[in-house]
C-alpha cells in the first residue's frame, strides 16, 4: 500500500514541476527570436513543417509522389529546407540537393538584371527605342509606328501578342542563333507599345538579344560571368540544351516529370483498412527537356540551392549582382501601378504580392514538366524559392507561413464599398492570346462579361471581385483607357481588354461554323436527292457544290489548328504546318468568294426551279458570311501571326 | 398549304380513335415532370419536352398499328410529298409550342425560385460562380436556358429522325411501340457513352479532344453573353435545320418506297 501511495506521489509531484515549468521553456515567447512577416517565429515555422515531415503518412507518400523542394532564407541564412517526393517515382530516386529543376519564367529576371546592370553601366537607356539596338529592319510585323522602349518590354508592354509558331528544336544541330530565332517566330504586335499589358515570351527573349548585343557577349556567356559566377551558382544552367554545365544536363536527364490526376476510388488507409477517397496517380511524361530557341524566355535549369542563392542576393544590402544599391532598389520599386494608387502592379518584370505585412516581389515558372516560385521581401529580406517536376502541383505551400494572408480586407475594410463596373460594361479577353492571324478566333472564344463581376472598390478605378464575406479574391485590377478609347482591366502584367461589338463578332464566328455543319447535311441531301434523280440544279451548280465543300474544308482546318496545339502541348504549329492550313484556308476563301459569286447569278436570272429563289438566298448568305469571317478572322493569315 | 392542313386533320382524327391509354400516360408523364419542377428545381421542366417529343410520332402514328388507318393515305387523293411534310410540320408544331409554353413556365418558376425548395442550392450556384471567378465562367442562368434549348434541339432531332425511319421503313408492331420508342431512346444514350468511351480507351482522347474543346469553347462563349439567348437560337436553329435535312430524306425515301 504504502509503495503504491508513494509511487502516486511521485507521479503527482513529477506532473505539477512538469506543469509548472513549461510556461518558461514552451510557452514563453522570446521577444528577440526571430519572427517571419506573418507573424510566426522562424521556430516555430520549423517545428511544425518537421512535425508535418515527420508525419508517417507524409514519409510513406514521399516515396510515391513528385519532388516538390522548398526553401526559406533569412538574408544569408537558410532557415529551413524541404525535399519531398521523388525526381523518378519509378526508380524511387529521392529529391535532394542536387537534384534540378526547371525554373521556367524565373529565367526572364536573369535577363531584367542585366539589363538593369547594363543600365547603370550607362550601355542601354531603358527609355530609348530598342530599334537603337537591333539591326535594321529587324522587325517585320509592326502595326505602330511608336517607339518600344526596354521600359515596356519588362513591363510587357511591346504590344505583341502571342506567338503563334513553336520555338523549339528537337535537333541541337538545327538550333537557330537567337536572333534567327526571334526572326522565325516573331509574332503580330496587335496592341499599340506602353498601352496594353501582355506577358510575352517572345519580347523576353528579345530583351535577351539587346543584352546580346550591347554587351558585346553571348547571351548565356553574359549571365554566367555577370550573374552566376559572382554569385558563384555552380549548379546553374542557362544555354537551352544545358550544355554550358554538364553536371546540370546529367541530374536534368535523371529527373523525370510527371503529370498528377485525381479521381475517387479506394484505397488502403494508415491502419491497413481499405477506405474510399481520392487516389492521386503520377503519370510519366519523360524527361520533357526540350531545347528553346527563345532561351532567355526561359531556360534556366538548376538546383533549389542556386535559386535560393539567386533570390538572397536581390534582398541583399550589399547589392551583389549591381555595383548601386539605387539600381537595386529602382528594380524593386515598382514599374506600373494600380490606378492612382501607390500600389505596384509590376517592377521591372518582377511580380508583386501584397500580404497583409509585407510586399513581395519575385517571379513564377512553369515549363512543359516543371514549375517553380520565387518570392522574396527585400525589407525583412526573407524568401521562399520553391521547384517542382509536376506542374499540377506548385511549390508555394510556405508563403502563407512566411508572408502571411494576402492584404485583402486592408484595402477594402470590414465594411468594403461596392465598386460599380457599370461604366465599363463589355466584353473583355486575356491579351495574351492570339489577337492576329491563323488564330485570332481563338480570341473571341475566351471572352466574358464585366457585368458579372462583383467587385469591391480599392481606390478610384482599382477594384477586387468579392463574392461574398467568406469568398472573395485576392487579386486587384485597374480600370485603364487606352488611346482607342477602349477600356482594359490590368492585373500585374495581364491585360483583359474590351472586345468593341463583340456579339456580332461571336455570331459571325458561330456562323461561319454553323455553315460548315450545314453544308455537310447540305451535300448529303444533294446526294440522296442525286441518286434519286430528283436535282433541280441552281446555275453553276459545281461552283456552289464546291463552296459547300470549301466550308467543310475550312472548318476541319480551323479546328486542326487547335488539335496540332493541343497534341504539341500548345507550343504552336510549325511553319510547314502553319502554311499548309493557310494556303488550304486561302483556296476555300476563293472557292467560296466564287460560289457567293454564282448564288447572286443564280439569285437574279430568271431561271424557274421549285424554291429556285430560297435556295439561291440561303446559298448566297452561307457563302457570304463564310467568306466575311474569313476574312474578319484572317483565317489565311499564315504569315503575319 | 390547304392540302397540308388537311392531311394533318386526318392525323390527329386519325391520333384520337382509341388511343386514350396512351394519350393519358404521356399526359401524366409530362404533368409529373412540370409538377416535379415547380416543386423543386425549375429546369426539370425540360423533362417533359423530351418525354412529348420521344412518345409523339409513335402517338399519332399508332393509329395506323391499331386500327391499319394508315391505308387512308394510299387513297386519298395527294401526293406522298405533302403527307411527309404534314406529318412533320404536325408534330413539329405541336412539340414547339408546347416547349415554347414550359419555357415560359420555367421562365415564371424561375422568378420564384426563392419560394420552393431549391435542388441546385445557393450554395452549389454561389461555389459555381466564385469558382467561375472573374466573369470567365458563363452564369448559371446562362447555363440552364441553353441547356432546355440544347435538350429541345436534341429531341427534335431525334423526332425527325423517328419520322425518317417511319417513311423509310414503314410502321410495325415491334419498332413503334411507345414504350420501346423510350427504351431506344435511353438505349441510344448508352450506346453513345460505349462508343465514346471505346473511342477515348483505343484513341487516349489525341482525335476527340481538339474537337470537344473547340466545341465546349464555343459552346461557352455563346452561352455566356444575353443569359444564354445566343447559343439558344444557334440551337433551335440546328435542330430545325437538321428536321429540315431529315424532311427532305423522308421525301425522297416515302417517294420511292414500295406502299
Excluded at chain 1, 522574396?376 to 511549390?395: A, E, H, I, Q, W
Aim: glycine share 6%.
Amino acid at each position: 500500500m504504502k509503495r503504491i501511495l508513494r509511487r502516486t506521489a511521485a507521479i503527482i509531484a513529477a506532473a505539477v514541476l512538469t506543469v509548472c515549468t513549461q510556461p518558461f521553456s514552451a510557452f514563453a515567447e522570446n521577444e528577440d527570436e526571430l519572427k517571419c512577416p506573418s507573424g510566426i517565429t522562424v521556430s516555430k515555422l520549423i517545428s511544425s513543417q518537421e512535425k508535418i515531415d515527420a508525419h508517417p503518412t507524409n514519409i510513406k507518400n514521399s516515396k510515391t509522389d513528385s519532388a516538390r523542394v522548398e526553401l526559406v532564407f533569412h538574408g544569408d541564412e537558410i532557415l529551413y529546407t524541404r525535399y519531398y517526393g521523388c525526381t523518378n517515382i519509378e526508380e524511387h530516386t529521392p529529391a535532394d540537393e542536387n537534384s534540378v529543376f526547371e525554373w521556367g519564367s524565373i529565367s526572364k529576371t536573369f535577363t531584367w538584371v542585366s539589363i538593369m546592370q547594363l543600365w547603370e553601366q550607362g550601355k542601354i537607356d531603358l527609355d530609348a527605342d530598342i530599334r537603337t539596338y537591333l539591326p535594321d529592319n529587324f522587325f517585320r510585323h509592326l502595326k505602330y509606328d511608336d517607339p518600344i522602349t526596354l521600359t515596356d518590354i519588362m513591363n510587357h508592354k511591346g504590344g505583341w501578342c502571342e506567338k503563334f509558331y513553336d520555338s523549339t528544336s528537337e535537333d541541337m544541330a538545327e538550333m537557330p542563333s537567337l536572333e534567327e530565332a526571334l526572326k522565325n517566330v516573331e509574332p503580330a504586335q496587335t496592341y499599340r507599345p506602353g498601352e496594353v499589358a501582355s506577358y510575352s515570351n517572345w519580347a523576353a527573349a528579345l530583351a535577351g538579344l539587346i543584352v546580346q548585343r550591347v554587351s558585346g557577349m553571348d547571351y548565356v556567356d553574359y549571365i554566367h560571368k555577370n550573374i552566376f559566377e559572382p554569385l558563384g551558382m555552380e549548379h546553374t544552367a542557362v544555354a537551352p540544351n544545358l550544355t554550358d554545365n554538364p553536371w546540370v544536363r546529367e541530374q536534368r536527364l535523371k529527373t523525370i516529370c510527371y503529370d498528377l490526376s485525381t479521381h475517387g476510388g479506394y484505397k488502403e488507409n494508415e491502419d491497413g483498412v481499405i477506405e474510399e477517397g481520392i487516389i492521386e496517380e503520377f503519370k510519366s511524361k519523360g524527361t520533357c527537356l526540350f531545347n528553346d530557341q527563345l532561351y532567355p524566355c526561359g531556360s534556366i535549369t538548376g538546383t533549389i540551392g542556386d535559386l535560393a542563392t539567386y533570390a538572397q542576393a536581390l534582398v541583399n544590402d550589399a547589392h551583389p549582382l549591381f555595383k548601386n544599391a539605387e539600381t537595386q532598389e529602382k528594380l524593386l520599386s515598382g514599374s506600373s501601378f494600380y490606378g492612382n494608387t501607390d500600389i505596384p502592379s509590376f517592377s521591372y518584370g518582377f511580380d508583386v504580392h501584397e500580404y497583409n505585412n509585407v510586399r513581395t516581389f519575385g517571379h513564377t515558372g512553369a515549363t512543359f514538366g516543371c514549375v517553380a516560385n520565387m518570392e522574396f521581401d527585400p525589407v525583412s529580406k526573407f524568401g521562399v524559392v520553391g521547384l517542382s517536376n509536376c506542374r499540377d502541383d506548385f511549390p508555394n505551400y510556405l508563403c502563407s507561413s512566411v508572408f502571411g494572408r494576402l492584404k485583402v480586407k486592408k484595402y477594402i475594410g470590414e465594411n468594403f464599398e461596392k465598386a460599380d463596373l457599370t461604366p465599363y460594361s463589355g466584353y473583355y479577353s486575356d491579351t495574351r492570346t492570339h489577337a492576329a492571324g491563323l488564330g485570332k478566333f481563338i480570341l473571341y472564344m475566351d471572352a466574358f462579361s464585366v457585368d458579372n463581376i462583383k467587385a469591391a472598390k480599392v481606390a478610384d478605378g482599382v477594384f477586387l471581385e468579392y463574392h461574398s464575406e467568406e469568398a472573395y479574391d485576392d487579386t486587384i485590377y485597374s480600370i485603364v483607357e487606352h488611346s482607342d478609347g477602349r477600356h482594359g482591366i490590368v492585373n500585374s502584367c495581364s491585360e483583359y481588354l474590351e472586345i468593341k461589338h463583340y456579339i456580332p463578332k461571336l455570331c459571325l464566328l458561330a456562323g461561319f461554323m454553323l455553315c460548315g455543319v450545314a453544308s455537310l447535311f447540305i451535300l448529303l441531301a444533294k446526294r440522296k436527292l442525286n441518286k434519286a434523280h430528283k436535282t433541280a440544279p441552281l446555275s453553276f451548280a459545281h461552283i456552289i457544290t464546291a463552296g459547300q465543300l470549301a466550308k467543310i474544308i475550312s472548318l476541319a482546318a480551323m479546328i486542326s489548328i487547335v488539335a496540332i496545339r493541343v497534341n504539341g502541348d500548345n507550343d504552336g504549329l510549325t511553319r510547314t504546318e502553319g502554311t499548309v492550313i493557310g494556303v488550304i484556308q486561302l483556296i476555300c476563301l476563293a472557292v467560296c468568294g466564287l460560289a457567293l459569286l454564282a448564288a447572286a447569278y443564280s439569285f437574279i436570272a430568271q431561271k424557274k426551279l421549285p424554291y429556285g429563289k430560297i435556295r439561291s438566298l440561303s446559298c448566297f448568305t452561307g457563302n457570304l458570311i463564310t467568306v466575311s469571317a474569313m476574312i474578319f478572322f484572317e483565317m489565311y493569315n499564315f504569315w503575319c501571326c | 398549304m390547304k392540302k397540308i392542313i388537311n392531311l394533318m386533320r386526318v392525323d390527329l382524327i386519325s391520333a384520337k380513335g382509341r388511343n386514350k391509354g396512351n394519350f393519358f400516360l404521356i399526359f401524366a408523364l409530362t404533368a409529373i415532370f412540370v409538377v416535379l419542377g415547380m416543386i423543386t428545381e425549375a429546369i426539370f421542366m425540360v423533362f417533359s419536352i423530351v418525354v412529348l417529343g420521344v412518345m409523339l410520332v409513335p402517338f399519332i402514328t399508332m393509329a395506323e398499328k391499331t386500327h391499319n388507318a394508315g391505308k387512308i393515305f394510299t387513297v386519298i387523293p395527294t401526293d406522298r410529298k405533302s403527307i411527309v411534310i404534314s406529318r412533320f410540320a404536325l408534330t413539329t408544331g405541336i412539340y414547339t409550342v408546347f416547349s415554347v409554353i414550359i419555357f415560359i413556365l420555367y421562365l415564371i418558376m424561375e422568378k420564384f425560385s426563392d419560394f420552393h425548395t431549391s435542388v441546385i442550392s445557393k450554395d452549389i450556384s454561389n461555389l459555381y460562380e466564385v469558382s467561375s471567378g472573374f466573369g470567365t465562367g458563363i452564369q448559371m442562368r446562362a447555363m440552364t436556358n441553353s441547356i432546355f434549348w440544347l435538350i429541345f434541339a436534341v429531341t427534335l432531332m431525334i423526332m425527325a429522325g423517328q419520322h425518317r425511319k417511319y417513311f423509310k421503313k414503314g410502321i410495325s408492331s415491334k419498332s413503334n411501340s411507345l414504350l420501346r420508342s423510350f427504351l431506344k431512346f435511353l438505349g441510344g444514350i448508352a450506346i453513345f457513352y460505349a462508343v465514346t468511351a471505346a473511342i477515348i480507351l483505343i484513341f487516349n482522347i489525341d482525335i476527340l479532344k481538339p474537337t470537344l474543346i473547340v466545341l465546349v469553347n464555343m459552346l461557352i462563349a455563346l452561352a455566356a453573353p444575353m443569359n444564354g439567348l445566343l447559343l439558344s437560337i444557334i440551337l433551335i436553329f440546328i435542330g430545325f435545320g437538321f428536321t429540315l435535312y431529315q424532311l427532305i430524306c423522308s421525301v425522297v425515301d416515302y417517294e420511292a418506297r414500295e406502299l
